[in-house]
């Protein structure tokens, strides 16, 4: 697993919300292997966890 990938979900693991990866990322999770070099990560999120997602980022600086 890339780096940036392993050190986004260990960012969000902690917050106590849902989450989900995807775009480029999930296609290779998915695959279980690397294709290409990402620039970044797709995330995707529950609208209605908004504020705990807001108040974890907050909080973690």
């Known amino acids: 697993m890339d780096k940036v990938l392993e050190e986004a979900i260990s ?3 902690g917050g106590g919300f849902h989450y989900a990866v995807y775009g480029g990322y999930a296609i290779e999770l998915f695959l279980d292997r690397n294709i290409r070099k ?3 990560v797709d995330i995707s999120v ?4 908004r504020d705990r997602i807001i108040q974890y980022m ?3 600086g």
């Open 46 to 49: 529950y609208w209605h966890e």
């Open 11 to 13: 960012l969000l693991d």
């Open 38 to 40: 990402h620039a970044d």
């Open 58 to 60: 907050q909080h973690l």
